[in-house]
């Protein structure tokens, strides 16, 4: 059964960091591009960060370079997201994915709350 648990939102003040992860199970996780997505409230979900199967190459949303980090350990099946330097327009339910040419898998998504 294929799954991906992510893990670590929650409410943090504008300025402040969270780290999100994703835990996988069920499928080669190696062989996978790994992808963090968000989507706010009214607006279409978008690609913020992803990372090739090897962890060599690295892509971010312009909205997020430089204060977002993707990471990936392929011996704990598990894709990172750190965050800094949040302010409230980072505010959405981010998501996991995962894709290998048409195969692609979805966590449930976890909750990030940037307010004072």
């Known amino acids: 059964q294929v799954q991906l648990v992510e893990s670590g939102g929650g409410l943090v003040q504008p300025g402040g960091s969270l780290r999100l992860s994703c835990a996988a199970s069920?499928?080669?996780?190696?062989?996978?591009?790994l992808s963090w997505y968000r989507q706010a409230p009214g607006k279409d979900r978008e690609l913020v960060a992803s990372?090739?199967?090897?962890?060599?190459?690295?892509n971010y949303a312009s909205s997020v370079k430089g204060r977002f980090t993707i990471s990936r350990d392929n011996v704990k099946n598990t894709v990172y997201l750190q965050m800094k330097s949040l302010n409230p327009e980072d505010t959405a339910v981010y998501y996991c994915?995962?894709?290998?040419?048409?195969?692609?898998?979805w966590g449930q998504g976890t909750q990030v709350t940037v307010s004072s």
């Open positions: 994915n995962a894709r290998r040419l048409m195969v692609v898998h």
């Open positions: 069920g499928f080669t996780f190696s062989a996978f591009r």
């Open positions: 990372i090739e199967s090897t962890g060599g190459t690295t």
